[in-house]
């Protein structure tokens, strides 16, 4: 079966860290590109960052840049997301995204209280 699980949110204080994790299955996940995506209420759908097959190249949106760090593990097909010095506004629900198009986690939620 084809699918994305993520874990690893919850609730934090702010300038505190987290890492989430993304157990992909089904798909040989070696050869594809991997993403972190967030949502908060009330808005749409954004991409956190990126890695490559490889994992040498990652890309970061500005919001998180210094303070996330994408990685990827080929042998145990997991993506992680470290998160530090989060943010309130880092409040969002956490997506996994690759292999196609449509194929996205569950989604964890991760929670920065003030």
């Known amino acids: 079966q084809v699918q994305l699980v993520e874990s690893g949110g919850g609730l934090v204080q702010s300038g505190g860290s987290l890492r989430l994790s993304c157990a992909a299955s089904?798909?040989?996940?070696?050869?594809?590109?991997m993403s972190w995506h967030r949502q908060a209420p009330g808005k749409e759908r954004e991409l956190v960052a990126s890695?490559?097959?490889?994992?040498?190249?990652?890309n970061y949106a500005d919001f998180v840049k210094g303070r996330f760090t994408i990685s990827r593990d080929n042998v145990k097909n997991t993506v992680f997301l470290q998160m530090n010095n989060l943010k309130p506004e880092d409040t969002a629900v956490y997506y996994c995204?690759?292999?196609?198009?449509?194929?996205w986690g569950q989604g964890t939620q991760v929670t920065v209280s003030s």
């Open positions: 995204h690759g292999f196609r198009s449509e194929l």
């Open positions: 089904g798909f040989a996940f070696r050869l594809y590109v």
């Open positions: 890695i490559t097959s490889s994992g040498i190249t990652t």
